[in-house]
């Protein structure tokens, strides 16, 4: 199958396989897993922070990095179109008592300063307490502009804000804007990495921060029921795909502008954005169930909407690109 569904869906290599049976364990819990504490100080040391943190997945990393940054009753301003506002469940409402504060973000993925400004309430018994900004990067694929990050991290602190990145697929903005991933969390107190998205890890994200936010993000991650045992077999994966899949990501970037130039000579499709690894497009509605089905026949999983999503990832070549391609081409052919 041609799965374009999601840069999730990679399944770990041989290779990646043969790394996590080698891998040496021990007990995560009591900070004695050897390969977990070689990856949270790899991805540390290479964001510039004190610390890091090993999460089973994106959504615990940044719900305990919201709950070290916020209490009850704080809030943090946050995008609409943000994973961490809009698609983890209310999980920083639900499990923490914080209240978003959402804010629409601008086509840029940014979510501008002047908007920020007038969402910061007052010191009063009325308002939640503003305590967090935070912002996405990669964002519907897009990299967030260098100067923006700068001044935005720069005004939340102004302000007595702290910062959090929500750098799920970072990698890809590093890879697609040649800026270390040092400089990509510059001006951020934490980050959360993903290593199941694009970069073929079966599992595991990690949190990276100073080490007094780490340790408080430690105790929510047992909290949240996040504290694992042997969980260096995950952690090897995870190091497996920082030696060997970061600098491939192009080859997704490439695919999915090959994809976007595919589908932009079909009349019928209208591509409406692609950055990095994904590629935006609106079909006629009426066509979307029958399209996905045709596909999928042809061994081609999507997600048809009206404004579909279209991801590139490592088991995805060109030729799987131009295959699709020439699959829509003939449904509306047909
Ligand atoms: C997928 C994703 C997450 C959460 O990751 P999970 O491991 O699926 O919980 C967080 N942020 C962004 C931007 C994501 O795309």
Not at 85 to 109: C, H, R, T
Not at 137 to 151: D, H, M, Q, S
Not at 181 to 195: Q, R
Request: net charge negative.
């Amino acid at each position: 199958m041609i799965d374009l569904r999601s840069d999730t869906v990679t399944r770990p290599s041989q290779p990646m396989l043969a790394a996590m049976t080698r891998a040496e364990t021990g007990d995560d819990v009591w900070g004695d897993d050897p390969t977990v504490l070689s990856l949270q100080a790899r991805v540390a040391e290479e964001a510039g922070k004190e610390a890091g943190l090993f999460f089973p997945s994106g959504t615990q990393s940044n719900l305990a990095a919201l709950m070290a940054h916020c209490g009850r009753g704080d809030e943090y301003i946050v995008g609409q179109l943000a994973h961490t506002y809009k698609y983890e469940g209310g999980g920083a409402a639900v499990l923490g008592s914080i209240q978003p504060q959402p804010l629409d973000n601008a086509a840029d993925g940014s979510i501008p300063l002047e908007r920020v400004a007038a969402a910061i309430k007052p010191i009063d018994d009325h308002f939640a307490r503003t305590r967090l900004f935070a912002l996405e990067n990669t964002i519907g694929g897009k990299v967030l502009p260098a100067a923006y990050v700068a001044e935005a991290t720069q005004f939340a602190h102004g302000k007595g804000l702290a910062t959090h990145l929500d750098g799920a697929r970072v990698f890809n903005a590093v890879v697609a804007s040649s800026q270390s991933l040092g400089a990509l969390a510059e001006g951020f107190d934490s980050v959360s990495i993903c290593f199941s998205k694009g970069l073929g890890a079966p599992v595991g994200s990690v949190l990276v921060g100073s080490r007094a936010l780490i340790d408080v993000a430690h105790r929510w991650r047992k909290v949240l029921g996040g504290g694992m045992r042997q969980a260096g077999v995950l952690a090897a994966a995870c190091l497996y795909a920082l030696d060997h899949n970061v600098a491939r990501l192009a080859d997704d970037h490439a695919n999915a502008a090959r994809l976007a130039a595919g589908l932009a000579q079909i009349d019928e499709v209208k591509v409406t954005s692609h950055a990095t690894n994904m590629v935006f497009a609106q079909f006629p509605q009426a066509d979307c169930v029958p399209l996905e089905a045709w596909l999928k026949e042809r061994g081609i999983l999507t997600q048809m909407l009206y404004a579909s999503r279209f991801v590139t990832h490592l088991d995805v070549s060109a030729a799987d690109i131009d295959t699709f391609v020439a699959a829509v081409k003939a449904y509306f052919n047909r």
